[in-house]
């Protein structure tokens, strides 16, 4: 259970989990419920699944001795290996060493000179140079939106620091993961491009109720994408106006209106996302009660 989240949450969500909170073990009781939520992105890679792959695609991959995943990979028109350090977020279940593929794609888009990207939205294909590796299963999907999420998240987040008016009172962006569930959507907008295309979702409170802007990143399923259902919910509704700047979006919330800023994220190559904000006249809303 999440006390920075809660504070984020619409004043009716608020009121009835703080409700739960107080009665006895009622806190435990919520943590259990979150633990056991299928919605819960599933990123757990078996890190020997993840070499058998690399070395499947001609990759060469050796595990420096001593350690239990620092790899050297030799790609097939390399001259010399690319060193690969895992180290720091192997996690030890039984007898398995897994590696969270957050971590995983964060490492390969800073050492790795082979292309890397993820291709489909549910159970993706990982491509790191010629190798290729199907992440998830029918039972336990995986959604790329979410292996995307925190390096999107990072980069953005760095932007809204450096244009907010004071970082001090700006803290971190809530992520919303994708759970595949928005089959009833209140908020969202519709889309001209390719099916699959991902897009950054940063909407903002007022910032006089003091919440975090909050952030998610979603694809364009069906000519359109949708919104976060933490993003436009509450007694009072109001829909958000769209922006196409940094200083614009802090400007619409200081004067005590929702707001909201698009960016269109080129995955083409993940050692190069490209963030680039669509323009507001492009943009239209549908909303649903």
């Keep these: 259970m999440n006390d920075a989240l809660l504070r984020d949450l619409p004043s009716s ?36 699944d993840l070499i058998a792959a690399l070395r499947a695609g001609g990759v060469g991959v050796e595990v420096l001795t001593g350690t239990d995943a620092f790899l050297h990979l030799r790609f097939p028109d390399a001259s010399e290996p690319q060193p690969l350090n895992l ?13 969270a593929v957050g971590n995983l794609l964060g490492q390969l888009r800073y050492v790795v000179k082979a292309p890397v990207r993820l291709t489909g939205w549910k159970n993706p294909t990982l491509a790191v140079g010629p190798a290729r590796m ?16 925190f390096i999107v998240w990072n980069d953005i ?31 969202s907008f519709s889309v001209s491009g390719a099916e699959g295309a991902m897009y950054a979702i940063v909407y903002g409170q007022t910032s006089a109720d003091g919440r975090t802007p909050s952030f998610a990143l979603r694809s364009a399923q069906g000519g359109r994408v949708v919104f976060p259902t933490i993003c436009w919910g509450g007694a009072q509704r109001t829909i958000p106006r769209v922006v196409k700047t940094l200083p614009e979006f ?13 960016y269109r994220v080129d995955t083409s190559d993940l050692r190069d996302l490209k963030l680039t904000p669509v323009p507001a006249p492009q943009v239209h809303l549908i909303t649903r009660p």
Excluded: H
Aim: with cysteine.
């Design 13 to 48: 969500e608020q009121e009835r989990l703080q409700a739960e909170i107080a009665k006895p073990g009622g806190r435990e009781w919520l943590e259990a419920k979150c633990r056991a939520n299928p919605g819960v992105p599933n990123d757990l890679l078996r890190l020997s």
């Design 87 to 99: 180290n720091d977020f192997v996690r030890e279940l039984g007898e398995e060493r897994y590696i």
């Design 134 to 149: 199907q992440l998830g299963t029918v039972e336990r999907p995986v959604y790329s939106a979410n292996l995307y999420g």
């Design 157 to 187: 987040s760095r932007e809204l620091q450096l244009a907010a008016p004071d970082p001090s009172q700006l803290r971190d962006m809530a992520l919303f993961p994708e759970n595949g569930r928005t089959s009833s959507p209140a908020l």
């Design 250 to 262: 802090f400007q619409v919330r200081a004067r005590g209106q929702p707001v909201v800023l698009l």
